[in-house]
């Protein structure tokens, strides 16, 4: 399968799932007759969008290339679209159309690791939360020292670059490290999404989703959703194996020097136990320093 029909089968499938999660009484429509699929029927959709029954098919059919701005707009408004929906949704149309997406220009080679000296002497400025930088593929190149204390079940031995959605997926560790597992694996594969989405010409990526998509049923099951999501800001729950019970709020900001890679910092609230475990974890001694940077491409 070539690009161009990888695409078009991304888009035929996101219009799909996102058509059959609406039902007409959401939308104003009464429900007449019966409904061989669920949630709207493309001339609802169509309807909705100001479009016709023909070209709407075709949209769905991944034939979305050339739609304008307002086409889409409508699109998005006629399937009730997040932010990040929508933002995909474009995301899309240039990739069909052959544009660079989300303003960056594509990654030509795989991120290997952070080589920036002043970049790392920033992380390890930051000493009271854990702070890393991840590159789409969710590859940990990075951390500070509590960052390294913190992601000890991720980071193992260091023989190859931690990474948080193999970490997620195919370990069993995870499950206790995360308490809300579920939760974190639908936030993992809607980051994956929405990066697959930003460039799809990205093969470390797609390679990574073969993998899990081979090893893990979960995964193929919730990649199969095509729910997308960005990360940004919010709290979490984690379950370490030296301090306990975690909560953690945390912020993710571009690196405008490195595009594509984010650096994440968690904290916890000021005198809350959280904060208190963090400081018990800056004082314990990861068993090793692992290299941070990958003996291979990933």
């Not at 889409?72 to 933002?87: G, H, M, V, W």
């Not at 945390?250 to 405008?256: I, W």
Request: proline residues 7%.
């Amino acid at each position: 399968m070539d690009h161009r029909q990888d695409v078009r089968q991304e888009v035929s499938e996101f219009l799909t799932t996102r058509r059959a999660r609406i039902t007409p009484d959401q939308v104003g429509l009464p429900m007449t007759g019966s409904r061989r699929v669920p949630g709207l029927r493309r001339s609802e959709v169509a309807s909705l969008a100001g479009l016709s029954v023909e070209y709407y098919a075709r949209l769905e059919r991944g034939q979305i290339g050339g739609a304008s701005s307002g086409v889409l707009e409508s699109l998005a408004r006629a399937l009730q679209l997040d932010e990040t929906e929508r933002a995909h949704l474009f995301d899309l149309a240039r990739a069909a159309d052959g544009i660079p997406t989300s303003g960056r220009a594509r990654r030509r080679t795989p991120s290997k690791g952070v080589s920036r000296p002043s970049l790392r002497w920033a992380l390890e400025a930051i000493t009271e939360g854990v702070a890393f930088v991840r590159d789409p593929h969710q590859n940990l190149l990075a951390t500070n020292a509590l960052g390294r204390a913190f992601y000890s079940p991720v980071i193992g031995d260091g023989g190859r670059t931690p990474n948080l959605a193999r970490f997620q997926f195919l370990d069993p560790a995870s499950r206790d490290f995360y308490p809300d597992w579920e939760l974190f694996a639908e936030m993992c594969v809607g980051i994956m999404r929405t990066e697959a989405g930003r460039d799809p010409h990205d093969r470390g990526l797609q390679d990574l989703v073969g993998e899990l998509s081979t090893r893990s049923e979960t995964f193929r099951r919730l990649w199969a959703d095509h729910n997308v999501r960005t990360h940004g800001s919010g709290t979490k729950r984690f379950q370490h194996p030296v301090v306990g019970e975690l909560t953690l709020v945390f912020e993710e900001l571009a690196l405008t020097a490195e595009p594509g890679l984010a650096l994440i910092v968690y904290t916890a609230e000021p005198g809350s136990p959280s904060a208190e475990g963090l400081r018990l974890l800056a004082s314990w001694s990861a068993p090793a320093d692992p290299p941070m940077t990958p003996s291979g491409t990933e």
